[in-house]
Nanobody, 119 residues
Framework: QVQLVESGGGLVQPGGSLKLSCAASKSISSIYAMGWYRQAPGKQRELVAAVTRLGSTNYGDSVKGRFTISRDNAKNTLYLQMNSLKPEDTAIYYC?????????????WGQGTQVTVSS
């Protein structure tokens, strides 16, 4: 099983930007799809975005137009560029392997990285 470590979270003001990274313990080139998920206090964990090894992407409705997911197979790293952040984006963000049709998680969860959007 691939081990995933998230980083890049922090405190940012509304309208600001953050870039999250997900470092994998082994090659991710053969993994069909990977995704970012988030969980806010009292809320269910939800899909943020997913990307396949062919480069196709899928985004949750709440982040479309603001977030961009990408993967660098050579660096065994998944990224999430977050722009125009809103307070409702505050959550712990996790990466995982993903599967169609709903791009749900298929692997174990790491510790995640905290993103807090506040004035």
């Amino acid at each position: 099983q691939v081990q995933l470590v998230e980083s890049g979270g922090g405190l940012v003001q509304p309208g600001g930007s953050l870039k999250l990274s997900c470092a994998a313990s082994k090659s991710i080139s053969s993994i069909y799809a990977m995704g970012w998920y988030r969980q806010a206090p009292g809320k269910q964990r939800e899909l943020v975005a997913a990307v396949t090894r062919l480069g196709s992407t899928n985004y949750g409705d709440s982040v479309k137009g603001r977030f961009t997911i990408s993967r660098d197979n050579a660096k065994n790293t998944l990224y999430l560029q977050m722009n125009s952040l809103k307070p409702e984006d505050t959550a712990i963000y996790y990466c995982n392997t993903a599967a169609p049709p709903y791009w749900g998680p298929t692997g174990s969860w790491g510790q995640g990285t905290q993103v807090t959007v506040s004035s």
